[in-house]
Protein backbone atom coordinates (compact mmCIF):
# COMPACT_ATOMS: atom_id res chain seq x y z
CA UNK A 1 0.00 0.00 0.00
CA UNK A 2 1.36 3.53 -0.45
CA UNK A 3 1.42 6.26 1.74
CA UNK A 4 -0.71 9.61 1.05
CA UNK A 5 1.44 11.88 -0.98
CA UNK A 6 1.64 15.76 0.20
CA UNK A 7 0.44 18.56 -2.37
CA UNK A 8 3.12 19.31 -5.02
CA UNK A 9 5.76 21.96 -3.40
CA UNK A 10 5.62 20.32 0.19
CA UNK A 11 8.50 18.65 0.51
CA UNK A 12 10.48 20.99 -1.26
CA UNK A 13 10.38 23.26 2.09
CA UNK A 14 12.91 23.13 3.85
CA UNK A 15 11.63 23.86 7.61
CA UNK A 16 12.21 26.68 9.34
CA UNK A 17 14.58 26.25 11.81
CA UNK A 18 14.50 28.87 14.96
CA UNK A 19 17.90 30.26 17.08
CA UNK A 20 19.12 28.14 19.52
CA UNK A 21 18.22 28.64 22.39
CA UNK A 22 19.99 26.29 25.23
CA UNK A 23 23.89 26.17 25.49
CA UNK A 24 24.50 22.89 27.42
CA UNK A 25 27.09 23.30 30.75
CA UNK A 26 26.34 26.89 30.62
CA UNK A 27 25.97 28.32 34.39
CA UNK A 28 24.42 31.26 32.71
CA UNK A 29 22.00 31.74 29.13
CA UNK A 30 22.42 34.85 27.14
CA UNK A 31 19.99 34.61 24.47
CA UNK A 32 20.67 36.74 21.73
CA UNK A 33 19.64 34.55 18.58
CA UNK A 34 16.12 35.50 18.21
CA UNK A 35 15.27 39.19 18.14
CA UNK A 36 13.53 39.32 21.09
CA UNK A 37 13.12 42.35 23.40
CA UNK A 38 15.73 43.02 25.78
CA UNK A 39 13.58 44.14 28.57
CA UNK A 40 10.77 41.63 27.96
CA UNK A 41 7.44 42.55 28.04
CA UNK A 42 5.64 45.58 29.77
CA UNK A 43 4.54 44.45 33.60
CA UNK A 44 0.90 45.84 32.41
CA UNK A 45 1.29 43.21 29.49
CA UNK A 46 2.32 40.44 32.10
CA UNK A 47 -0.53 41.46 34.72
CA UNK A 48 -3.22 41.49 31.83
CA UNK A 49 -2.10 38.01 30.89
CA UNK A 50 -2.29 36.86 34.22
CA UNK A 51 -5.50 38.29 34.76
CA UNK A 52 -7.45 36.43 32.18
CA UNK A 53 -6.35 33.49 33.51
CA UNK A 54 -9.19 32.14 35.16
CA UNK A 55 -11.07 32.55 31.85
CA UNK A 56 -9.35 30.46 29.66
CA UNK A 57 -12.46 27.74 29.48
CA UNK A 58 -13.78 30.43 27.17
CA UNK A 59 -13.69 30.92 23.33
CA UNK A 60 -11.41 34.41 22.64
CA UNK A 61 -13.21 36.86 21.11
CA UNK A 62 -13.20 35.98 17.57
CA UNK A 63 -12.63 39.27 15.73
CA UNK A 64 -9.99 40.67 18.56
CA UNK A 65 -12.21 43.47 18.76
CA UNK A 66 -10.74 45.47 21.57
CA UNK A 67 -7.16 44.67 20.58
CA UNK A 68 -7.77 46.09 16.96
CA UNK A 69 -9.19 49.24 18.04
CA UNK A 70 -6.54 49.89 20.29
CA UNK A 71 -3.90 49.30 17.41
CA UNK A 72 -6.28 51.42 15.45
CA UNK A 73 -5.92 54.16 18.11
CA UNK A 74 -2.13 53.52 18.77
CA UNK A 75 -1.13 53.82 15.12
CA UNK A 76 -3.84 55.98 13.54
CA UNK A 77 -5.26 53.14 11.16
CA UNK A 78 -8.78 52.14 10.45
CA UNK A 79 -9.47 49.30 13.06
CA UNK A 80 -11.85 47.47 10.34
CA UNK A 81 -9.04 46.84 7.93
CA UNK A 82 -6.91 45.11 10.55
CA UNK A 83 -6.84 41.63 10.78
CA UNK A 84 -4.70 39.39 13.70
CA UNK A 85 -3.52 36.16 14.19
CA UNK A 86 -1.12 33.52 15.53
CA UNK A 87 1.75 35.56 15.06
CA UNK A 88 2.86 37.56 12.28
CA UNK A 89 4.22 34.51 10.25
CA UNK A 90 0.48 33.01 10.44
CA UNK A 91 -0.84 36.32 8.52
CA UNK A 92 1.85 36.47 5.77
CA UNK A 93 0.80 32.55 5.09
CA UNK A 94 -2.94 33.35 4.97
CA UNK A 95 -2.07 36.06 2.24
CA UNK A 96 0.51 33.69 0.50
CA UNK A 97 -2.28 30.79 0.27
CA UNK A 98 -4.90 33.27 -0.35
CA UNK A 99 -3.29 35.20 -3.24
CA UNK A 100 -1.06 32.84 -5.20
CA UNK A 101 -1.18 28.97 -5.77
CA UNK A 102 0.02 26.57 -8.14
CA UNK A 103 1.92 28.04 -11.25
CA UNK A 104 2.28 31.63 -9.68
CA UNK A 105 5.58 33.02 -8.62
CA UNK A 106 6.30 34.65 -5.04
CA UNK A 107 9.07 37.48 -5.34
CA UNK A 108 11.23 38.16 -2.40
CA UNK A 109 14.60 39.31 -2.22
CA UNK A 110 17.87 36.40 -1.41
CA UNK A 111 18.46 37.39 2.03
CA UNK A 112 15.07 37.95 2.89
CA UNK A 113 12.68 36.26 6.06
CA UNK A 114 12.60 32.47 5.77
CA UNK A 115 8.62 32.32 5.69
CA UNK A 116 8.43 33.92 2.53
CA UNK A 117 9.74 31.07 0.23
CA UNK A 118 8.10 28.68 2.83
CA UNK A 119 4.61 30.02 2.47
CA UNK A 120 5.18 30.15 -1.31
CA UNK A 121 5.99 26.36 -1.50
CA UNK A 122 2.84 25.30 0.68
CA UNK A 123 0.92 27.26 -1.46
CA UNK A 124 1.93 25.88 -4.11
CA UNK A 125 3.73 28.46 -6.15
CA UNK A 126 7.09 29.30 -6.61
CA UNK A 127 9.37 31.34 -4.80
CA UNK A 128 11.57 33.88 -6.77
CA UNK A 129 14.82 35.50 -4.80
CA UNK A 130 15.92 38.89 -6.56
CA UNK A 131 19.68 39.82 -5.48
CA UNK A 132 20.33 42.50 -2.79
CA UNK A 133 22.66 45.43 -3.64
CA UNK A 134 25.41 45.62 0.04
CA UNK A 135 22.56 43.55 1.79
CA UNK A 136 20.29 46.10 0.49
CA UNK A 137 16.72 45.23 -1.09
CA UNK A 138 17.13 46.20 -4.79
CA UNK A 139 13.91 47.93 -6.16
CA UNK A 140 15.53 47.47 -9.78
CA UNK A 141 16.36 44.06 -9.16
CA UNK A 142 13.13 43.04 -7.50
CA UNK A 143 11.33 44.68 -10.98
CA UNK A 144 13.13 42.88 -13.43
CA UNK A 145 12.10 39.76 -11.57
CA UNK A 146 8.71 40.01 -11.73
CA UNK A 147 6.78 38.34 -14.27
CA UNK A 148 3.18 37.44 -15.97
CA UNK A 149 2.93 34.35 -13.29
CA UNK A 150 3.85 36.94 -10.18
CA UNK A 151 1.28 37.27 -7.42
CA UNK A 152 2.71 38.58 -4.07
CA UNK A 153 5.82 40.66 -3.91
CA UNK A 154 7.21 39.92 0.12
CA UNK A 155 9.51 42.97 1.38
CA UNK A 156 10.77 42.99 5.11
CA UNK A 157 11.16 46.22 5.66
CA UNK A 158 13.28 46.75 7.83
CA UNK A 159 14.77 43.34 6.60
CA UNK A 160 15.80 40.50 8.81
CA UNK A 161 18.89 39.68 8.82
CA UNK A 162 20.46 42.68 7.33
CA UNK A 163 18.99 45.26 9.47
CA UNK A 164 18.37 47.89 5.91
CA UNK A 165 15.63 49.47 5.02
CA UNK A 166 13.82 50.99 1.94
CA UNK A 167 13.19 54.85 2.61
CA UNK A 168 9.80 55.85 1.68
CA UNK A 169 10.71 57.08 -1.94
CA UNK A 170 12.05 53.76 -2.67
CA UNK A 171 9.18 51.89 -1.43
CA UNK A 172 6.72 54.13 -3.39
CA UNK A 173 9.08 53.52 -6.63
CA UNK A 174 8.72 49.87 -5.94
CA UNK A 175 4.65 49.99 -5.36
CA UNK A 176 4.58 51.91 -8.33
CA UNK A 177 6.43 49.54 -11.00
CA UNK A 178 4.08 46.43 -9.81
CA UNK A 179 1.24 45.74 -12.03
CA UNK A 180 -2.39 46.43 -10.20
CA UNK A 181 -2.75 42.40 -10.01
CA UNK A 182 0.15 41.90 -7.57
CA UNK A 183 -0.14 42.25 -4.14
CA UNK A 184 2.58 43.94 -2.59
CA UNK A 185 3.16 42.79 1.30
CA UNK A 186 5.33 45.34 3.41
CA UNK A 187 6.05 43.05 6.75
CA UNK A 188 7.33 45.90 8.93
CA UNK A 189 8.17 43.42 12.10
CA UNK A 190 10.38 45.72 13.58
CA UNK A 191 9.32 49.28 12.52
CA UNK A 192 9.21 50.23 16.10
CA UNK A 193 12.98 50.21 16.32
CA UNK A 194 13.45 52.72 13.67
CA UNK A 195 14.05 56.58 14.05
CA UNK A 196 14.76 57.45 11.02
CA UNK A 197 12.89 60.27 9.53
CA UNK A 198 12.53 58.90 5.74
CA UNK A 199 11.15 55.62 6.82
CA UNK A 200 7.77 54.64 6.36
CA UNK A 201 5.68 51.48 7.08
CA UNK A 202 3.84 51.54 4.76
CA UNK A 203 0.39 52.01 5.97
CA UNK A 204 0.42 54.98 4.01
CA UNK A 205 0.86 53.13 1.06
CA UNK A 206 -2.32 50.80 2.08
CA UNK A 207 -4.28 54.20 2.79
CA UNK A 208 -4.15 54.71 -0.84
CA UNK A 209 -3.74 51.26 -2.82
CA UNK A 210 -5.68 48.19 -3.11
CA UNK A 211 -2.95 45.85 -3.63
CA UNK A 212 -0.73 46.81 -0.71
CA UNK A 213 -0.72 45.17 2.38
CA UNK A 214 1.18 46.15 6.09
CA UNK A 215 2.20 43.55 8.69
CA UNK A 216 3.28 44.33 12.16
CA UNK A 217 3.94 41.66 15.19
CA UNK A 218 4.00 41.75 19.04
CA UNK A 219 7.00 39.86 19.20
CA UNK A 220 9.91 42.26 19.26
CA UNK A 221 9.84 45.61 20.80
CA UNK A 222 6.82 44.47 22.25
CA UNK A 223 8.62 40.75 24.08
CA UNK A 224 5.45 38.97 23.40
CA UNK A 225 7.00 36.45 21.66
CA UNK A 226 5.53 33.34 23.70
CA UNK A 227 2.23 34.34 23.16
CA UNK A 228 1.74 34.84 18.90
CA UNK A 229 0.25 37.32 17.61
CA UNK A 230 0.72 39.73 14.88
CA UNK A 231 -1.62 42.16 12.87
CA UNK A 232 -1.52 42.94 9.30
CA UNK A 233 -3.30 46.29 7.97
CA UNK A 234 -4.71 45.83 4.69
CA UNK A 235 -7.00 47.45 2.07
CA UNK A 236 -11.19 46.82 2.53
CA UNK A 237 -11.45 43.59 0.27
CA UNK A 238 -8.32 42.28 1.72
CA UNK A 239 -9.17 41.90 5.09
CA UNK A 240 -12.43 40.27 4.14
CA UNK A 241 -10.23 37.76 2.15
CA UNK A 242 -8.16 37.46 5.37
CA UNK A 243 -11.39 36.97 7.45
CA UNK A 244 -12.82 34.20 5.31
CA UNK A 245 -9.35 32.28 5.65
CA UNK A 246 -8.35 32.57 8.80
CA UNK A 247 -9.32 30.13 12.22
CA UNK A 248 -12.20 31.48 13.66
CA UNK A 249 -10.14 31.71 16.99
CA UNK A 250 -6.61 31.85 16.06
CA UNK A 251 -5.67 34.38 18.96
CA UNK A 252 -5.79 33.25 22.03
CA UNK A 253 -7.82 35.44 24.76
CA UNK A 254 -4.36 35.94 27.16
CA UNK A 255 -2.71 37.28 23.43
CA UNK A 256 -5.56 40.01 22.94
CA UNK A 257 -5.49 41.08 26.32
CA UNK A 258 -1.58 41.11 26.76
CA UNK A 259 -1.74 42.55 23.75
CA UNK A 260 -3.74 45.35 24.38
CA UNK A 261 -2.25 46.31 27.78
CA UNK A 262 1.30 46.39 25.78
CA UNK A 263 0.08 48.82 23.48
CA UNK A 264 -1.18 51.13 25.99
CA UNK A 265 1.71 51.41 28.04
CA UNK A 266 3.55 53.99 26.08
CA UNK A 267 6.33 54.87 28.45
CA UNK A 268 7.27 50.93 28.90
CA UNK A 269 7.41 51.51 24.58
CA UNK A 270 10.16 54.56 24.72
CA UNK A 271 11.92 52.40 27.71
CA UNK A 272 12.45 49.60 25.27
CA UNK A 273 13.56 51.99 21.69
CA UNK A 274 15.94 54.36 23.80
CA UNK A 275 17.38 51.40 25.17
CA UNK A 276 17.66 49.35 21.56
CA UNK A 277 19.23 52.96 20.45
CA UNK A 278 21.83 53.48 23.10
CA UNK A 279 23.22 49.96 23.69
CA UNK A 280 23.25 49.04 19.94
CA UNK A 281 25.38 52.14 19.40
CA UNK A 282 28.03 51.00 22.25
CA UNK A 283 28.37 47.37 20.54
CA UNK A 284 28.60 48.56 16.61
CA UNK A 285 31.54 50.66 17.83
CA UNK A 286 32.95 48.25 20.42
CA UNK A 287 32.78 45.15 17.55
CA UNK A 288 34.28 47.63 14.86
CA UNK A 289 37.17 48.45 16.95
CA UNK A 290 38.20 44.79 17.22
CA UNK A 291 38.47 44.96 13.43
CA UNK A 292 34.84 43.09 12.60
CA UNK A 293 32.93 44.30 10.19
CA UNK A 294 29.31 45.29 11.26
CA UNK A 295 26.74 46.10 8.56
CA UNK A 296 24.32 49.44 9.18
CA UNK A 297 21.14 48.52 11.33
CA UNK A 298 18.41 49.96 12.38
CA UNK A 299 16.06 47.20 13.91
CA UNK A 300 17.01 45.16 17.08
CA UNK A 301 20.03 42.79 15.87
CA UNK A 302 23.04 44.02 14.03
CA UNK A 303 24.84 41.30 11.18
CA UNK A 304 28.53 41.06 11.52
CA UNK A 305 30.61 39.85 8.90
CA UNK A 306 33.90 37.73 9.41
CA UNK A 307 34.51 37.23 5.75
CA UNK A 308 37.34 39.37 6.22
CA UNK A 309 39.29 37.54 8.67
CA UNK A 310 42.61 35.33 8.42
CA UNK A 311 43.63 32.34 8.91
CA UNK A 312 41.99 28.84 10.01
CA UNK A 313 39.74 30.77 12.82
CA UNK A 314 38.45 33.21 9.54
CA UNK A 315 34.73 32.28 10.15
CA UNK A 316 31.60 32.78 11.73
CA UNK A 317 31.00 29.24 12.97
CA UNK A 318 34.60 29.32 15.35
CA UNK A 319 33.03 32.67 16.52
CA UNK A 320 29.51 31.43 17.49
CA UNK A 321 31.04 28.30 18.78
CA UNK A 322 32.77 29.74 21.12
CA UNK A 323 30.18 32.57 22.51
CA UNK A 324 28.01 29.35 23.06
CA UNK A 325 30.70 27.74 25.08
CA UNK A 326 30.23 31.03 27.42
CA UNK A 327 26.43 30.58 27.48
CA UNK A 328 26.02 33.01 24.38
CA UNK A 329 23.53 32.29 21.93
CA UNK A 330 23.88 34.17 18.91
CA UNK A 331 22.63 33.42 15.00
CA UNK A 332 24.48 31.98 12.49
CA UNK A 333 22.52 32.99 9.20
CA UNK A 334 24.03 30.50 6.54
CA UNK A 335 20.05 29.34 5.83
CA UNK A 336 19.24 33.05 4.64
CA UNK A 337 22.96 32.85 2.01
CA UNK A 338 25.37 34.36 4.66
CA UNK A 339 27.37 31.96 6.19
CA UNK A 340 29.77 34.08 7.15
CA UNK A 341 27.65 36.15 9.12
CA UNK A 342 26.58 36.03 13.06
CA UNK A 343 23.13 38.33 13.90
CA UNK A 344 23.49 39.26 17.19
CA UNK A 345 20.51 40.99 18.97
CA UNK A 346 20.81 43.73 21.07
CA UNK A 347 20.19 42.59 24.41
CA UNK A 348 20.99 44.08 28.23
CA UNK A 349 23.69 46.14 28.91
CA UNK A 350 25.65 43.50 30.49
CA UNK A 351 24.84 40.70 27.71
CA UNK A 352 26.49 42.87 25.12
CA UNK A 353 29.69 43.24 27.03
CA UNK A 354 30.06 39.82 27.58
CA UNK A 355 29.34 39.41 23.44
CA UNK A 356 32.30 42.22 23.15
CA UNK A 357 34.58 40.05 25.50
CA UNK A 358 34.34 37.15 23.80
CA UNK A 359 34.58 37.99 20.18
CA UNK A 360 38.07 39.81 21.57
CA UNK A 361 39.05 36.46 22.55
CA UNK A 362 37.92 34.90 19.26
CA UNK A 363 40.02 37.83 17.02
CA UNK A 364 42.85 37.43 19.82
CA UNK A 365 43.30 33.14 18.16
CA UNK A 366 41.97 32.53 22.24
Not at 108 to 129: C, D, E, K, L, N
Not at 134 to 162: E, G
Not at 175 to 199: K, S, W
Request: proline fraction near 5%; include cysteine.
Amino acid sequence: MSAPVPNPGILDIHAYVGGEAHAPGASRLIRLASNEGALGPSPKAVAAYQAVAGQMHRYPDGGSKALRAGLGRRFGLDAERIVCGNGSDDVLQLLTRAYAGTGDEVLHTVHGFAIYPISARFAGATPVAAPETNLKTDVDALLARVTPRTRVVFIANPNNPTGSYLNRDELRRLHAGLPENVLLVIDAAYAEYVDAPDYTDGSDLVDEFSNVVMTRTFSKIFALGGLRLGWAYCPAAVADVLNRVRGPFNVASSAQAAGLAALEDVKFLEKSRRHNAQVREWFVGQVRELGLVVHPSVANFVLISFAEQKGDRANAEGARLLLKSRGILVRQVGSYGLPHCLRVTIGLEDEMREVVAGLADWVAGK
